[in-house]
T-cell receptor, first 113, second 109 residues
Framework: EPEVTQTPSHQVTQMGQEVILRCVPI?????FYWYRQILGQKVEFLVS????????KSEIFDDQFSVERPDGSNFTLKIRSTKLEDSAMYFC???????????FGSGTRLTVV | RKEVEQDPGPFNVPEGATVAFNCTYS??????FFWYRQDCRKEPKLLMS???SGNEDGRFTAQLNRASQYISLLIRDSKLSDSATYLC??????????FGSGTKLNVKP
């Protein structure tokens, strides 16, 4: 069964540092998403990406965040100048369209210290 | 008002019980509906889509009521392995997914 792959599985970084979270979506999917889940809280939408551009972003997705699909396979989330409150599980998801649901990667646990 | 609302639970039920979860959504233009299951510290996994006519997959039955803007999930003959958090997901007409906060289910022997 096709999978969405995320790396690293766990990242520890110092406050103020930049991190890049990587995702390899399922190859024939067109829609890509980043979500985050702070421990014990609900899954929150960050950003959606379609046709090589951001289609929508939440108010959480401020100027410290950016996404890229640099080479047609990887889909990255960059967080500049991380804050303690950025500590969360970050999930990448990809899908072929809203009727089919989306497949999530296993997540990257980001810990900002 | 939240886009998607669920009873957080927990629902504590014995093995073999039937349990039902409901979820309401606020956007009447919502297009697609799903139930996802999330185990502790794992990613959400698609359990089933929800169709207007209702659909069944083994012990799981999902229903959609567009007029009242709610969806439901019924689990029959609960197993210990059903213990998880069940997330209601609603997709709007811009392909944006909205997650409920999840309903926790504990199935006990």
């Amino acid at each position: 069964e096709p999978e969405v792959t995320q790396t690293p599985s766990h990242q520890v970084t110092q406050m103020g540092q930049e991190v890049i979270l990587r995702c390899v979506p399922i190859s024939n999917h067109l829609y890509f998403y980043w979500y985050r889940q702070i421990l014990g809280q609900k899954v929150e939408f960050l950003v959606s990406f379609y046709n090589n551009e951001i289609s929508e972003k939440s108010e959480i997705f401020d100027d410290q965040f950016s996404v890229e699909r640099p080479d047609g396979s990887n889909f990255t989330l960059k967080i500049r100048s991380t804050k303690l409150e950025d500590s969360a599980m970050y999930f990448c998801a990809s899908g072929g369209g809203s009727s089919y649901g989306y497949t999530f990667g296993s997540g990257t646990r980001l810990t900002v210290v | 008002r939240k886009e998607v609302e669920q009873d957080p639970g927990p629902f504590n039920v014995p093995e073999g019980a039937t349990v039902a979860f409901n979820c309401t959504y606020s956007n009447s233009a919502s297009q697609s509906f799903f139930w996802y299951r999330q185990d502790c510290r794992k990613e959400p996994k698609l359990l089933m889509s929800v169709y207007s006519s209702g659909n069944e997959d083994g012990r799981f039955t999902a229903q959609l009521n567009r007029a009242s803007q709610y969806i439901s999930l019924l689990i029959r003959d609960s197993k210990l392995s059903d213990s998880a958090t069940y997330l209601c997901v609603v997709v709007d007409n811009f392909n944006k997914f909205y997650f409920g906060s999840g309903t926790k289910l504990n199935v006990k022997p």
